[in-house]
């Protein structure tokens, strides 16, 4: 039999699928999964694989994604490891049953790390980018205000 004629009794299989793409970063069918998994067990619910769930899982990646690009423009610092296994540690005391929760969640040990490290990163980002800095009175804004035609300066 031939190579070709081989090919043709093994049946293909679809390994994943692309859900969404962001510029050139792909979000596959079993990222959103994971990150349904993961949502569940960190906030101890049932597993919702439904559509409408799938749908906005599939929104916050995309959010994530868009932050992580920011992040790297930034030439933002992740936390290192040390961070992500004290949130870890204290996750793990919040569960009696931990392990065998991730067992039924259906979820390893490397992606709930990764999954903590990038919550982490984001959280420690925005907090950075977004907190309330210097404030500025209505008094202070008026004193700078430009009349249009005029240069300040």
């Excluded at 296994?85 to 790390?113: P, V």
């Amino acid at each position: 039999m031939t190579s070709w004629m081989m090919f043709l009794l093994i049946a293909p299989e679809v390994i994943d699928r692309t859900a969404a793409a962001v510029d050139r970063q792909v979000v596959t069918t079993s990222s959103i999964e994971e990150q349904i998994r993961i949502a569940a067990f960190l906030n101890n619910e049932p597993l919702d694989l439904s559509a409408t769930n799938r749908r906005r899982t599939a929104e916050r990646i995309i959010e994530q994604i868009l932050i992580r690009r920011e992040m790297e423009i930034s030439h933002y610092t992740p936390p290192g490891e040390i961070d992500v296994d004290r949130m870890l540690e204290s996750l793990r005391a919040q569960r009696s049953n931990f392990d065998a929760d991730l067992k039924r969640y259906g979820l390893g040990m490397t992606a709930l790390r990764r999954n903590l490290a990038l919550q982490l990163s984001s959280m420690r980002f925005i907090d950075l980018r977004f907190r309330p800095g210097n404030t500025v009175t209505d008094a202070e804004v008026s004193c700078t205000s430009v009349t249009p035609g005029r240069r300040s300066g």
